[in-house]
């Protein structure tokens, strides 16, 4: 499992990831919430810690604009004790759990326990399968062999009209409105985001299907020759 400790403060950013390490995570780190929201946003990760100040963006924003995305990653936000009423505004933009500042190490290692074990590993009968790529329903997940990528609500849907039509064109208008329907005011350049981060999964769990584009018209889901 990967973690992205996203923490300004060096030492306890390095302790931290030490800590994952020890206990078989692999832990990434980013020193400001600019960086942490770029990596975070590319959805390779199985949680994010997720500290509250931080320079560039603090933590609340982060965790708004990756649940904006429709980034569903579970997200541990960190807090020195005297912050405490950011509890319940972390809660509300969606933050998975909270823990104070210091804390007991045994106490951070439970909360991502229980973090990914809510990320349902169960096979779902009607997973979605093509080229060697497969698509769980049950659990938002994209996996090749070993390697499986969380997705989020829009890449999960995006994904699945790809790999129902595959070797098919579809059209970035049809796309438009069976995603985000006919009420949005969603552009060509938000399927073109979404495309580069399944892409980027695709690329991720190493599969033998891609997104082909076909320039002027959209995109076609189909196995590598
Ligand atoms: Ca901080």
Not at 84 to 92: I, N, R, T
Request: hydrophobic share 40%.
């Amino acid at each position: 499992m990967r973690v992205l400790v996203i923490e300004d403060e060096v030492r306890l950013a390095a302790t931290l990831q030490d800590l994952l390490e020890l206990n078989g995570y692999t832990a990434d780190v980013r020193h400001d919430g600019e960086s942490g929201l770029d990596d975070a946003l590319t959805g390779i990760y199985d949680v994010v810690l997720l500290d509250v100040m931080l320079p560039k963006l603090d933590g609340f924003t982060v965790l708004r604009r990756l649940r904006e995305a429709g980034n569903a990653v579970p997200v541990l936000m960190l807090t020195a004790r005297s912050e405490v009423s950011d509890k319940v505004e972390g809660l509300d933009r969606g933050a998975d759990y909270y823990l104070t500042k210091p804390f007991d190490p045994k106490e951070l290692l439970a909360c991502i326990r229980a973090l990914t074990r809510r990320q349902p590993e169960l096979r779902d009968p009607d997973a979605l399968e093509f080229g060697g790529v497969r698509l769980d329903k049950g659990s938002f997940t994209l996996s090749c062999g070993e390697k499986s990528v969380r997705l989020s609500r829009k890449e999960f849907d995006i994904c699945e009209l790809l790999m129902r039509n595959r070797n098919l064109v579809l059209t970035k208008e049809s796309l438009l409105l069976k995603i985000w329907g006919y009420e949005s005011d969603a552009e060509d350049n938000n399927v073109e985001v979404y495309i580069s981060f399944l892409r980027k999964k695709l690329a991720h769990i190493g599969a033998k299907v891609r997104i082909r584009t076909i320039r002027m018209v959209g995109y076609c889901l189909e196995e590598e020759s």
